[in-house]
């Protein structure tokens, strides 16, 4: 199993996080990951993207030209990627940043309303938790389990407590994601 996966959207939406956390997960459960990001100068509204890459084997390249899966959380990000789908792919996105919806027939498309949601939870920052919960509904690629892990590894020891809010956030984000 390989999956080829770009993560896209403003700064400060937890874009290179969210891939992070994806990518210690695989190194939790003993997969080969890369992890890629791209970012401008302006870490906070400015765009920024993350390649992940997980697989059971041996990862030749980090750089693609095509991905199984995007996420993309705002509508350049979704102009950028959407045509570099694999066919028989899959395309997430968050409805809150999408102005002109995906039209493409040959890939699966998936809408999760995650801004909602993390409205509804009352923790903004909690966001990219929610979609990536809403991957992992669609395409498991790695296990809650390796999630916590991740997030065990990758938060500062003084952020634990907020391990549980996060998992909340992911079975919240498998319960919002939706097929169009």
């Known amino acids: 199993m390989t999956k080829e996966i770009i993560i896209s959207g403003f700064g400060g939406q937890g874009v290179l996080s969210m891939g992070k956390i994806l990518a210690y997960s695989g190194l939790m459960e003993d997969k080969e990951v890369t992890w890629m990001p791209a970012y401008g100068p302006e870490q906070r509204g400015g765009t920024a993207n993350v390649t992940v890459i997980v697989s059971d084997e041996r990862i030749s390249s980090p750089i693609?030209?095509?991905?199984?899966?995007?996420?993309?959380?705002?509508?350049p990000s979704l102009d950028k990627f959407?045509?570099?789908?694999?066919?028989?792919?899959?395309?997430?996105?968050?409805s809150y940043g999408?102005?002109?919806?995906?039209?493409?027939?040959?890939?699966?498309?998936?809408?999760?309303d995650a801004m909602d949601k993390a409205a509804e939870l009352?923790?903004?920052k909690v966001f990219n938790m929610i979609v990536l919960g809403g991957l992992l509904q669609v395409s498991p690629v790695v296990s809650d389990k390796g999630v916590?892990?991740?997030l065990l590894k990758t938060l500062p020891e003084r952020h634990h407590h907020l391990i549980p809010l996060n998992m909340e956030a992911?079975?919240?984000?498998?319960?919002?994601i939706t097929k169009v």
Do not use: C, F, H, W
């Not at 570099?84 to 395309?91: D, N, T």
């Open 98 to 112: 999408i102005i002109n919806p995906p039209t493409r027939t040959d890939i699966e498309i998936y809408r999760i």
């Open 148 to 150: 916590e892990k991740a």
């Open 64 to 75: 693609l030209s095509k991905y199984d899966i995007a996420i993309v959380l705002n509508q």
């Open 170 to 176: 992911i079975k919240a984000g498998r319960e919002v």
């Open 82 to 94: 959407m045509p570099k789908i694999k066919p028989g792919g899959i395309l997430i996105y968050d």
């Open 122 to 124: 009352k923790n903004s």
